[in-house]
């Protein structure tokens, strides 16, 4: 099938490096201490976070001098084109929970936050293609609304590689055409890369196109959230004054 | 979780008693109430309605089934309700079941009607396509994404919202097709049906706490709360679902009294709603 | 700017899906003009095709049926529409191909615009508004905006034969035309030819058409709705497959159908109800009582069809299917098959056809309309008819014609002249319709395609020497042996004795990956050809000439790259190691297949080249009987060989080509290559290999051979290959041909040996039967054919020199790769029969001969006989046409004979007579070659 036409359009428009249309809001569900919603394109999540707050559980507190962060995903029966009425806690779930959740943890300080416990609800409201991307930038817009401390923004965005083209931010046409898929998540202003997802083949030089296709997509998603809230509470800008003393 | 001191309870209960609650409304108002319509495109028709900080969306979605045996006239809705762990932490994993069950259930009694289908508030037989084989049957899933009490009414002024916001393709009965098989269908992308919402009952719930009760309670009024009955009432004015919540009894001419209070609180709230749902869908034309 | 597109999509399993699509606005998308101010961005100016000033933009239905005129270099300044594309891709995917090629052929002025995405011309669903008039709208607003954008300079003008859209646009203030008065405007007469009526002419057709009432009424019956198509496959009352039509009789066509898991046979125009060969159809089966009636329907279509001189089929694909033999009437009932009927047609194959018009008066004035019947090439085709202003200039003109529609009424097809290949008759002119007829690209090679070649003169570099990946082989003596001629040398051999008693052998073939790049122009073009193509007097080329007859070519006394095969054999011929290098050599000796059996032959020469040859032939020898003894057929063709005046290109001699001990020499070293370099990709690329296999004939195949065989007394055991090929050794006769004669015959039955690719199959499916072999592959002619190539890519993949092509990853891709290689090379197989069919002709229109022949089949008005000494095979008929059948013959099927009803004469099969042959020209310009018994 044609993915991206000769005149190097792909089928909703677009051409292969341009990204869906962002949108997010903060401060969208009133009852939890920092909340976003997050939409690119026609996939639309939510991320809640509750905390820090004192840990629930205590057996899950393995780790006094840090913070336990804890993250569920969960999708609405609607979100997807076919109406599926999956049971909680899926493989898929839990997977995409631990995905977040890692990511999420390498940019809270959790060491400024013992014995306590940060809460990050994603609720996929609308699925198509990139929903592990949308509900990293939405955990990273609900943090930062929570004034949880992170050393980083992390921000996340797929490309992929279809009709010998590599294309950035794929939608779910694009994602179930077979190609290969590569999700990556970084920390832009550390210029770190936290995640990396990959399936299907690819040969290494194409790979690196892709790839950095897919970091460029990070950065820019990383303007627009400093954009919607500019005042992320950010370690990196506090810790060079800090060396002074 | 609320978590309140005596203090505050007193407080709470105190401002019931003198028809002043603690965010100033009085005993029978509502919060301000929001709707906004098509917000999950992919879903036939949605709604997202806000009440104070309680935040639900409702999708319907319609797929072609076969009528049951029993009612070969009608086709099916079935109503399902999740409660997102982001309205809060404790609906974590299965912990917020109970709830969406408890929810699914009142709302199902409320907007159905009967196991026979009759009194429903939506017309079950213009959701047949042909008699005895085909039906459309509308699947509709609420969600809470903020709970800040009284999900019940704001679920079923959403599910109501949502349908209002419906349309479904028309199709047409392949022609030939012997009669004792499933007939072919084709789908016409020009005309949709839509939905007569107008004889969907709206839900008022009465909470009683202490002596008086309350509409539309807060989660820290409703932590106080000693029954609750919401009552599904449409714009005739006729009855079509009850449901009484909580542990102690309420005395049967006080329930009789809360019919005629929801009653006149009901007409209040199916204006506000159809005037919301209208503006609502307004909006989304023009965006 | 963000819009959404929303529809409703009926899924497979009947279930009706919101789809939710966005679409994304833009502003830079260019207008294309090359004269436009507005548009001037230096992305615009490089994309601008369009010059003229009058544009056109043209609706779907205008590509969708003129796409014949829109190819005519006349029609130009074009603007596609991205909304057109769309529907015309959904409508014919070969239209839409054309169209694509048109746009991107940097020659001609076609200018897609993608209006669905121009934040100006986007166009929303208006409530009721059909699909049809919304692409409609989308047009007209479309072509506003052009006049617009473009200002009054440039005439904008929408070509549309829809009377409702050119109503309105020109409402609209919009230049509208229909296709015709816009072709008229052009002054150009011969333009109209090319335009395809609407279907309204039908009623003009009435007095051109057979005036007997009977013809008049409904011929055939209506084609079934497409929901109750699917709704009647789904219940098991239609059947779906791709109709074939039988080569050797278009009244008779087959159905492979999955459902039935056994093909059905359609006999007669009447039940194959207008559908074309290839269509994909569906099909009703008829009461079994009524699957008997072949011979009376067939012939029930009053046309005259008779068997023509063809070449001797070389193998099954090539052979009319065993059908019930002879006049079923009053014989024995033989097993049948299913019979049906055609109710619909899912999928139509038209595409255009060449042959060329029925002889017929001229009609009253030049230059005004006339009807004629145009009669294809190809015999599966039913005739078409046709309009044309031209007729004294088509007449005798080999045309090219495609198919418009076919209503219930009428008896042919309607359809409109394309173009004129030339006279009939003419040697390029049908030769030419060889190559269309084919689907053979003969085109020269483009200038992008061009560019890929390395500088010329080339030679060998200090780096390629210097690679560590080749091997220097520049001086060990290298030499290749080929036809006389032959000039696109792709492998050399050399064989060295080694201390040890054993031999070093290596094979080395034609380093083409080493100029064509996977991705590039170059290799595009060589894997859209396939393979070159080789007719009697002239050779299409996969690559471009520089690098087949020169650059990889590996001619004597140059050095040349090669991707060398080296064994180390015993003398027993076995194979101790297998190394697999790209090497350098320089060739010793460019030797003809002759000139190498001499040397050998010649005992007072004792020079090393010789020797090294005896040594391999004796090595060979040991190879090829170690392959017959598994079970390796030794089959037969008729292969012929002419001689061409090098002046005229006509033909001067005909024969039989001889196989010398040379040859097989050769082909064994080949064969054992290709063996050794299978196993080598399949063990490094178990998925994604390309190989070829030969599937085993089944017994059903082989039933005209028993049937022949048993009639001369002879058991064949068709039980394995092995065991056929003992029995063929057995089958010896009192004439030294005869085995010959029964090894043809047994080529015949079997299928083409195909490519595939090794994810598709399980490996006992790999089993090349021909060979005996369970992993075949082609590697050693990377020079002419493109499967070679491919399997260079794998095979230094596998060694870890050459990075492997993304293609490789995509197992869809692979297998249409390996299908257009077996289309391909079928294709060029038809080609070179179909040249070698025409050549013969000339050859003997000049030349009357009288010669022997062998009866290889028996008809029920006489029989098929097989020329050996020219490899033709055709019909001797002993009643004249009229009295089909009746009369004073019948068949004895048992014995495969025919007999003269008073005893007093018979003929059986394999039986050798003498016949005439000459070519009679029966209509003026229709020349054939016709047997008859002396």
């Given amino acids: 099938m044609e993915f991206v036409s000769p005149e190097g359009l792909r089928l909703d428009g677009r051409r292969p490096t341009e990204m869906r249309q962002l949108r997010a809001e903060i401060g969208v569900v009133s009852k939890a201490d920092g909340s976003a919603m997050f939409e690119m394109g026609n996939t639309k999540v939510i991320a809640a976070v509750y905390g820090p707050r004192e840990v629930q559980n205590r057996g899950q507190q393995t780790n006094n001098d840090h913070a336990l962060v804890r993250c569920e995903y969960s999708m609405a029966n609607f979100s997807t084109g076919d109406r599926v009425r999956k049971p909680k806690g899926d493989r898929r779930s839990i997977e995409i929970s631990l995905v977040i959740r890692q990511t999420m943890e390498a940019c809270i300080m959790t060491h400024l936050m013992p014995r306590s416990q940060i809460d990050i609800f994603v609720q996929v409201l609308q ?30 965005c797929s490309a992929g590689y279809l009709n010998s083209t590599p294309l950035l931010d794929l939608n779910y046409i694009e994602d179930s055409a077979g190609g290969a898929d590569v999700t990556v998540g970084i920390l832009p202003t550390l210029d770190k890369v936290t995640l990396l997802q990959m399936d299907a083949k690819l040969s290494t030089n194409i790979f690196e196109d892709v790839m950095q296709l897919a970091t460029e997509g990070c950065k820019a998603i990383a303007n627009y959230i400093r954009e919607v809230n500019p005042f992320i509470l950010i370690a990196v800008y506090i810790w060079p004054s800090l060396k002074t003393f | 979780m609320v978590g309140l001191s005596e203090g505050e309870k007193e407080f709470i209960k105190g401002g019931i008693a003198q028809d002043l609650r603690s965010d100033g409304r009085k005993r029978y108002t509502y919060r301000p109430i929001y709707v906004e319509t098509g917000v999950i495109p992919q879903a036939n028709g949605s709604a997202r309605v806000r009440l104070g900080a309680t935040d639900v969306i409702a ?10 045996a029993l009612q070969p006239d009608k086709g099916k809705v079935a109503i399902f309700i999740d409660c997102s762990p982001t309205a809060e932490p404790t609906f974590e994993g299965r912990g917020g079941e109970e709830l969406s069950a408890e929810l699914s259930g009142a709302l199902q009694r409320c907007l159905l009607g009967s196991k026979s289908g009759a009194g429903a508030g939506i017309d079950l037989s213009s959701l047949i396509v042909v008699e005895g084989k085909v039906c459309w049957d509308l699947y509709i899933d609420g969600l809470v994404i903020s709970s800040d009490g009284n999900l019940l009414d704001a679920l079923g002024a959403a599910i109501k919202a949502a349908l209002s916001n419906t349309g479904i393709p028309s199709v047409h009965v392949a022609a030939g097709a012997s009669n004792d098989e499933q007939p072919e269908v084709d789908i016409s992308d020009e005309e949709f049906l839509q939905f007569d919402t107008s004889g969907v009952p709206v839900i008022v719930t009465l909470t009683k706490v202490g002596k008086h009760y309350i509409v539309d309670a807060t989660s820290e009024e409703e932590s106080q709360m000693s029954s609750a009955v919401s009552i599904s009432i449409n714009r005739q004015g006729h009855i079509c679902g009850m449901t009484k919540r909580g542990g102690s009894g309420i005395d049967p001419s006080v329930i009789l009294d809360m019919i005629s209070v929801a009653n006149f609180v009901s007409r209040q709230l199916i204006e506000k709603l159809d005037s919301e749902i209208s503006a609502a869908e307004a909006n989304e034309e023009e965006s | ?13 009947n279930k009706i899906k919101k789809e939710v699509r966005e679409v994304y606005l833009r502003d830079d998308i260019w207008c294309g003009v090359s004269s436009c101010t507005t548009c001037d961005s230096p992305a615009a100016s490089a994309a601008a095709r369009l010059t003229a000033s009058t544009i056109l933009v043209v609706d779907t239905n205008v590509v969708l049926h003129q796409i014949d005129l829109l190819e005519n270099p006349a029609i130009d300044d074009v603007v596609v529409l991205s909304v057109v594309l769309d529907e015309v891709k959904n409508k014919n995917l070969s239209v839409y191909n ?17 209006n669905k995405f121009h934040k100006d011309t986007h166009v929303e669903k208006m409530e009721k508004e059909s699909p049809n008039d919304l692409n409609d709208r989308a047009i007209r607003v479309a072509t506003q905006w052009y006049q617009k954008h473009l200002g009054d300079a440039t005439r904008v003008l929408l070509v549309t034969n829809d009377r409702e859209n050119k109503r309105k646009a020109t409402e609209e203030g919009i230049f509208a035309e229909t296709i015709e008065s816009y072709v008229k405007s052009l002054g150009q007469p011969d333009l109209l030819d090319l335009v395809v009526q609407p279907a309204s002419v039908d009623v003009n057709m009435e007095d051109i058409e057979d005036s007997r009432p009977s013809k008049r009424k409904v011929i055939y019956e209506e084609h079934k709705p497409m929901s109750e198509i699917t709704s009647g496959l789904r219940h ?17 066509a087959y159905v492979g159908s999955e459902s039935i898991g056994d093909e059905i046979i359609i006999y007669g125009r009447t039940n194959m109800n207008r559908a074309f060969d290839g269509d994909i159809v569906a099909v009703e089966l008829l009461p079994q009582e009524q699957w008997h009636e072949e011979k009376s329907l067939s012939i029930a279509d009053e046309e005259e069809e008779e068997e023509d001189v063809h070449l001797a089929p070389s193998s099954a694909d090539d052979a009319p299917r065993s059908t019930t033999p002879v006049n079923a009437a009053d014989q024995i009932p033989v097993p049948s098959r299913p019979s049906g009927r055609v109710v619909g047609i899912i999928k139509r194959n038209w595409h255009s056809y060449c042959g060329s018009l029925e002889p017929m008066p001229m009609p009253a004035g030049s230059g005004s309309i006339a009807y004629a019947l145009f009669v294809s090439k190809d015999r599966r085709i039913p005739k078409i008819r046709i309009q044309t202003r031209q007729l004294g200039n088509l007449l005798n003109k080999r045309i090219v014609v495609t198919v418009d529609s076919w209503d219930r009424q009428s008896r042919y097809p309607f359809g409109h002249y394309v173009r004129v290949i030339g006279d009939i008759g003419d040697r390029d002119t049908e030769s030419e319709m060889v190559l269309i007829e084919n689907d053979i690209d003969a085109r020269p090679f483009t200038a992008q395609v061009l560019a890929c070649l390395p500088p010329l003169p080339w030679s060998v570099s200090s780096e390629d020497l210097a690679n560590p990946i080749r091997l220097d082989l520049r001086q060990i003596r290298v030499f290749s042996v080929d036809p006389p001629g032959c000039k696109d040398i792709d492998d050399a051999l050399h064989c060295t004795a080694l201390p040890n008693g054993n031999y070093e052998v290596g094979v080395h073939i034609a380093d083409v990956t080493n100029f064509v790049h996977p991705g590039s122009p170059l290799d595009d073009e060589a894997s859209k050809r396939g393979t070159s193509v080789y007719l009697v007097e002239r050779r299409i080329d996969m690559l471009p000439k520089p690098l087949t007859e020169d650059i990889c070519s590996l001619r004597a006394d140059v050095e040349r790259l090669a991707f060398s095969v080296i064994w180390e054999m015993t003398p027993e011929a076995e194979i101790i190691s297998t190394r697999f290098s790209k090497s350098v050599i320089k060739s010793c000796a460019a030797l003809s297949y002759v000139e190498a059996q001499a040397r050998m032959d010649d005992s007072r020469l004792m020079d090393p080249l010789t020797t090294d040859l005896r040594n391999m032939n004796s090595l060979a020898k040991v190879m090829r009987q170690r392959r017959i003894e598994r079970g390796a057929l030794t089959l037969a063709s008729a292969e012929v060989k002419f001689q061409i005046d090098t002046e005229t290109h006509d033909p001067l001699d005909i024969g039989m080509y001889q196989i010398r001990e040379a040859n097989q020499m050769i082909e064994e070293f080949m064969l054992a290559a290709n063996v050794s370099v299978a196993a080598q990709i399949l063990k490094i690329f178990p998925v994604c290999s390309l190989l070829r296999r030969h599937p085993s004939p089944t017994r059903e195949m082989f039933e005209p051979l028993l049937l022949t065989a048993a009639a001369v007394g002879i058991n064949l055991d068709v039980s394995s290959s092995k065991a056929l090929a003992d029995s063929l050794d057995c089958a010896v006769g009192d004439d030294p041909y005869f085995n010959k004669m029964i090894r043809i015959l047994a080529t015949r039955c079997m299928t083409q040996a195909v490519y595939f690719c090794s994810g598709d199959l399980s490996p006992p499916e790999f089993h090349h039967y021909g060979l005996a072999a369970p992993l075949y592959t082609h590697f050693t002619s990377p020079i002419r054919r493109y499967a ?28 249409s790769v390996a299908d257009n290689l077996n289309y391909r090379h079928r294709n060029a197989q038809m080609a070179g029969r179909a040249s070698v069919e025409l050549h013969t002709l000339i050859y003997f229109r ?59 004469l018979s003929y059986s099969v394999l039986q050798t007579l003498r016949i005439h042959m000459e070519v009679v020209e029966p209509q003026p310009n229709r020349p054939k070659l016709q047997l008859t018994l002396i």
């Fill in chain 1, 127 to 156: 699925a198509d293609g990139g929903t592990r991307s949308a509900c990293i930038n939405a955990a990273t817009l609900a943090l930062s609304d929570a004034g949880i401390p992170m050393c980083d923004l992390v921000t996340s």
């Fill in chain 2, 59 to 68: 999708s319907v979605k319609a797929e072609l089934g076969k009528p049951s």
């Fill in chain 3, 1 to 13: 700017m963000l819009k959404s597109n929303v529809f409703s999509k009926k899924t497979r399993n």
């Fill in chain 3, 98 to 114: 054309r169209i694509r090629a048109l746009c991107s052929n940097s020659l001609r002025k076609f200018y897609v615009f993608a």
């Fill in chain 3, 236 to 252: 098991g009352i239609y059947h779906q497959g791709k109709l074939r039509v039988n080569r050797y009789n278009p009244f008779e």
């Fill in chain 3, 788 to 815: 070679d190539v491919f399997v260079h890519r794998l095979l230094a993949a596998s060694l870890g020199i050459f990075q492997l092509p993304t293609i490789f990853q995509d197992r869809p891709q692979l297998t």
């Fill in chain 3, 846 to 904: 000049k030349r009357p001969t009288d010669t022997e022949a062998r009866i290889v089949k028996i008809r029920s008005n006489g029989f098929i006989v097989f020329v050996p000494k020219f490899g033709i095979e055709g019909p001797v008929y002993l009643t004249s046409k009229g009295q089909k059948g009746g009369g004073e013959w019948y068949v004895d099927e048992q014995q495969q004979k025919i007999v003269k009803m008073d005893s007093s």
